[in-house]
């Protein structure tokens, strides 16, 4: 019997994580929010967790707290997230939001994008997942091209089109870029991995 426990205690995972949501809401005068944001739940180094955990909690730009003017009206503002992947290796969020005033028919969108290492809380940039010195930029663009052409009614984005780098998150099998203006469009456009392998560094999250 006891060997049993000894072999049953083996075979459990030293990790066995999961993704919590959390948030607030408030309203204040003419500025109503609401924020959701993840938070890893269950790696065995707590102060890693903690880092991670503040890395995640951060991602969005600080909230709104200028003052409004009255003649604008209510300014409504939600910023959410969603899982493009977790795994004993990587955690990787999406997070989009939102703000309007009421009656408004212009809105102000946020967009953020977060991969992390759950080994070292390491926060991976896009310059990271590519081999050292490669134009990564120009070979991503040539890729996303076409669907952000369909995207747009067959229009040319322009030069504007990734001129900075995009945001990005992983799923395992894609990655995937927004954000492509500068401006925190919704739009995504997925890779699949097999289109990029070749432009990828070690160590990155499909190696």
């Known amino acids: 019997m006891r060997f049993l426990l000894i072999l049953?205690?083996?075979?459990l995972p030293l990790d066995a994580q999961e993704l919590v949501t959390k948030g607030w809401s408030r309203a204040e005068g003419?500025?109503?929010?609401?924020?959701?944001?993840?938070?890893?739940?269950?790696?065995?180094?707590?102060?890693?967790e903690a880092r991670i955990n503040q890395e995640l909690r951060t991602a969005f730009e600080p909230p709104r707290t200028r003052n409004l003017d009255p003649i604008d009206g209510v300014y409504d503002e939600q910023r959410t997230f969603r899982v493009g992947r977790l795994?004993?290796?990587?955690?990787?969020?999406?997070?989009?939001?939102?703000?309007?005033h009421r009656g408004s028919s212009s809105t102000d969108h946020f967009a953020a994008g977060?991969?992390?290492?759950?080994?070292?809380?390491?926060?991976?940039?896009?310059?990271?997942?590519?081999?050292p010195g490669l134009d990564y930029r120009s070979r991503l663009r040539t890729l996303a091209l076409?669907?952000?052409t369909r995207w747009m009614g067959g229009?040319?984005?322009?030069?504007?089109?990734?001129?900075?780098?995009?945001?990005?998150?992983?799923?395992?099998?894609?990655?995937?870029l927004f954000d492509f203006f500068n401006?925190?469009?919704?739009?995504?456009?997925?890779l699949e991995v097999p289109v990029?392998?070749?432009?990828?560094?070690?160590?990155?999250?499909?190696?």
Not at 30 to 48: F, H, I, N, V, W
Request: charged letters at 20%.
């Open 114 to 131: 977060r991969t992390i290492n759950l080994r070292t809380g390491e926060v991976l940039t896009l310059e990271g997942l590519f081999w």
């Open 8 to 11: 049953v205690l083996l075979a």
């Open 146 to 148: 076409p669907a952000m």
């Open 196 to 207: 990029v392998r070749d432009m990828l560094a070690p160590g990155g999250p499909w190696r």
């Open 183 to 190: 401006n925190h469009s919704d739009q995504d456009i997925p």
């Open 30 to 48: 003419l500025l109503t929010q609401s924020y959701r944001y993840p938070q890893l739940r269950g790696l065995a180094d707590r102060q890693l």
């Open 155 to 176: 229009s040319d984005p322009g030069p504007d089109f990734m001129k900075v780098s995009p945001g990005f998150y992983v799923t395992p099998r894609k990655l995937v």
């Open 87 to 100: 795994d004993a290796h990587w955690v990787s969020i999406r997070y989009t939001g939102w703000g309007h």
